[in-house]
C-alpha cells in the first residue's frame, strides 16, 4: 500500500495541527494503521493507531492531546494534535502495518514554536 501524508507545519506552543494519511487501497483491508513520530537524535515512536475495526491505541506520555480517526470513505487516517508543546515537533510518518508487510509514509514535518 502507498500512503501520502499531509498537513504539518509551524505552529506555536498550545496550537492545533490535522494531520492527513491517505492509503492507496480500501483502509479496512489494512490491519492496523498508525502514527509515529521522529525528533531529531531520537528514535522514531508510536503517537496513535487504529486497526481495521476501528479500536484506537496511544502511548501513555499522549495524556490525550492527540487523536487518531478515520474517513473510511477517503481511504484517510487523520491524526489531531491539540494543545502541541515544543517537544512534540519531529517528523510525523503514517504505518500500515499488514499481516506480512508494513509500509510507511513519507514523513511530514511538524514544528512547535516556544
Known amino acids: 500500500v502507498q500512503l501520502q501524508a499531509s498537513g504539518g507545519g509551524l505552529v506555536q506552543a498550545g496550537g492545533s495541527l490535522r494531520l492527513a494519511c491517505t492509503a492507496s487501497r480500501n483502509i479496512l483491508n489494512i490491519p492496523s494503521m498508525g502514527w509515529h513520530r521522529q525528533a531529531p537524535g531520537k528514535q522514531r515512536e508510536l503517537v496513535a493507531g487504529i486497526t481495521a475495526e476501528g479500536a484506537t491505541n496511544y502511548p501513555n506520555f499522549m495524556e490525550g492531546r492527540f487523536t487518531i480517526s478515520r474517513d473510511i470513505s477517503k481511504n484517510t487516517v487523520y491524526l489531531q494534535m491539540n494543545d502541541l508543546k515544543p517537544e512534540d515537533t519531529a517528523v510525523y510518518y503514517c504505518?500500515?502495518?499488514?499481516?506480512?508487510?508494513?509500509?510507511w509514509g513519507q514523513g511530514t514535518q511538524v514544528t512547535v514554536s516556544s
Open positions: 504505518l500500515a502495518r499488514e499481516v506480512i508487510d508494513r509500509s
